[in-house]
């Protein structure tokens, strides 16, 4: 197995991360079950290798990436090509893994076939991560629509290693943020065997990183390039249209609503701001037109702010918190009520949520 960790500045606390490694119960090493790349990333290796040499006595290699570029899409690329095990792994710097992770993870992968295990997630001393938000009853042979797989945007778990030339899995290096999700997409809605390890030990993700390469905020523009680019993309195209549409729900309500809030919320909203929402909502519509069909009545309202072009942001940070109010029946039910049940509507999305 290959674990790849980018690392971007040695402030980072990748030897807690290397260290996780260590405990997760397969041995260490170049020639062993497990090899450790860490790929430093616009930054020098000797610091970082001392760093981890100072806490660790496992064997690790080091790569070495300068591109004058923060998008993380570079070194996860050079970690894939750079790969030779049967299965990959990509990991971020600052998170860990529980104790024992990687061995039963392995055995899951390798005792079920699959193609691609999604490790179950959780916020380091904190609450589990309810993606992907899949059926309460489903463990093996995931379906990508029913079992909702587009939730888990990061690819996080154990890929197999010949995956990577079969799809064609590169993270695009034209985005600051969410170059993932091209990656993610393909694997979840190419028709492959998928497993969610669900009982298994979790990934942590940890947030005491001072800042973290994909949370920095920019313009929403940039920010949302990952979705309009996704939307050229042939192979999105040739998607049925029930994958489509799941896939556009998802990157509305998850992103789109997600970056408009913080930019009201934090008095950025303005109306260049309001535009390039605009544009973003009408070329994800484009491409799924039904999409916005199972969302709450407070998620439609503030769709039809972002689709008038509304500026205040003041009444916009209200409508985007008001989505979240969810004691308040307009969070419960769709505009639709045809639609009450749909796998994407609240109450079927609320309770599988809650059962992950």
């Known amino acids: 197995?290959?674990?790849?960790?980018?690392?971007?500045?040695?402030?980072?606390?990748?030897?807690?991360?290397?260290?996780?490694?260590?405990?997760?119960?397969?041995?260490?090493?170049?020639?062993?079950?497990?090899?450790?790349?860490?790929?430093?990333?616009?930054?020098?290796?000797?610091?970082?290798?001392?760093?981890?040499?100072?806490?660790?006595?496992?064997?690790?290699?080091?790569?070495?990436?300068?591109?004058?570029?923060?998008?993380?899409?570079?070194?996860?690329?050079?970690?894939?090509?750079?790969?030779?095990?049967?299965?990959?792994?990509?990991?971020?710097?600052?998170?860990?893994?529980?104790?024992?992770?990687?061995?039963?993870?392995?055995?899951?992968?390798?005792?079920?076939?699959?193609?691609?295990?999604?490790?179950?997630?959780?916020?380091?001393?904190?609450?589990?991560?309810?993606?992907?938000?899949?059926?309460?009853?489903?463990?093996?042979?995931?379906?990508?629509?029913?079992?909702?797989?587009?939730?888990?945007?990061a690819p996080l778990g154990l890929i197999r290693r010949e995956l990577i030339e079969e799809l064609d899995l590169r993270f695009p290096m034209n985005m600051a943020n969410g170059s993932d999700q091209a990656v993610s997409a393909r694997l979840w809605f190419s028709n492959l065997s998928i497993t969610y390890g669900r009982g298994l030990p979790r990934y942590l993700v940890h947030d005491d990183a001072t800042e973290r390469v994909t949370f920095t905020l920019k313009d929403l523009e940039a920010d949302l390039l990952f979705v309009t680019e996704l939307m050229k993309d042939p192979w999105f195209h040739k998607l049925s249209g029930r994958s489509r549409h799941a896939i556009v729900t998802k990157l509305i309500r998850?992103?789109?609503?997600?970056?408009?809030?913080?930019?009201?919320?934090?008095?950025?909203?303005?109306?260049?701001?309001?535009?390039?929402?605009?544009?973003?909502?009408?070329?994800?519509?484009?491409?799924?037109?039904?999409?916005?069909?199972?969302?709450?009545?407070?998620?439609?309202?503030?769709?039809d702010a972002i689709a008038s072009g509304l500026a205040d942001p003041t009444a916009m940070a209200e409508l985007c918190a008001a989505r979240r109010r969810f004691k308040q029946p307009r969070t419960w039910a769709p505009r639709d009520v045809r639609y009450i049940l749909h796998r994407e509507a609240p109450p079927r999305f609320m309770v599988a949520s809650a059962l992950v």
């Open 254 to 303: 998850v992103h789109l609503f997600s970056h408009v809030g913080m930019r009201a919320a934090s008095g950025a909203w303005d109306r260049r701001q309001a535009t390039q929402a605009e544009t973003v909502l009408q070329t994800l519509l484009s491409a799924a037109p039904r999409a916005l069909k199972p969302l709450s009545i407070a998620d439609r309202t503030l769709v």
């Open 1 to 153: 197995m290959d674990v790849i960790i980018p690392v971007h500045t040695p402030d980072r606390q990748i030897e807690r991360a290397v260290s996780s490694l260590e405990s997760s119960g397969l041995e260490i090493g170049e020639n062993a079950e497990c090899r450790i790349t860490v790929v430093c990333h616009n930054t020098a290796v000797d610091p970082i290798r001392r760093k981890i040499e100072a806490s660790s006595g496992a064997h690790v290699r080091f790569l070495h990436l300068e591109d004058g570029n923060k998008s993380p899409a570079g070194p996860f690329n050079l970690g894939f090509s750079s790969s030779t095990a049967s299965w990959v792994m990509i990991m971020g710097s600052d998170d860990t893994l529980e104790a024992d992770a990687l061995r039963r993870w392995l055995f899951e992968a390798e005792s079920t076939n699959t193609d691609v295990l999604i490790a179950p997630e959780a916020h380091f001393g904190g609450a589990s991560i309810h993606t992907p938000v899949v059926r309460w009853s489903r463990r093996k042979h995931l379906d990508p629509v029913s079992d909702r797989l587009a939730y888990r945007t």
